[in-house]
């Protein structure tokens, strides 16, 4: 139950290089923060940071994973605020995140949330935008 309504569910997968900025933007009518689902597939092994553009100034808001694995697929549920890995060599993994989910930031003059990943993967990111509607 919610007091507004949703749009269709937006899927838009990147691949990144270490290092590499990308823009999502929310499309969201309302202010404030939305978690989406997010799948990584790791295309190296490392610690991941992501670093989320609209909350640098604040170094907790630094998403860390420490130990992940080539080919390793960490997906964050979302709203749900859960993580889970296709590894079960990773059992470490409750220990190894930061426990600082990404999530998606609508303010009044932009809905865009660049992202920066430390390590390259591929990411995909799901949601689906809060929709306002007056009644005529």
Do not use: W
Not at 74 to 92: D, P, Q, R, V, Y
Request: proline share 4%; hydrophobic share 35%.
């Amino acid at each position: 139950n919610a007091p507004f309504g949703f749009a269709d569910k937006s899927a838009d997968t990147y691949t990144i290089t270490g290092g590499t900025n990308i823009t999502v933007h929310s499309e969201s009518d309302e202010i404030g923060f939305i978690y989406p689902k997010i799948t990584i597939t790791m295309q190296e092994a490392g610690d991941l940071v992501i670093t989320n553009s609209n909350e640098t100034k604040d170094i907790y808001k630094k998403t860390i994973i420490k130990n992940c694995a080539y080919n390793e697929v960490i997906t964050f549920s979302g709203e749900s605020k859960m993580i889970n890995t296709n590894l079960k060599a990773h059992a470490t993994l409750p220990r190894d995140f930061n426990y600082v989910y990404p999530r998606l930031h609508t303010t009044y003059s932009s809905d865009a949330t660049v992202f920066n990943f430390s390590l390259p993967c591929t990411v995909k990111f799901e949601y689906a935008p809060i929709r306002k509607v007056g009644i005529l």
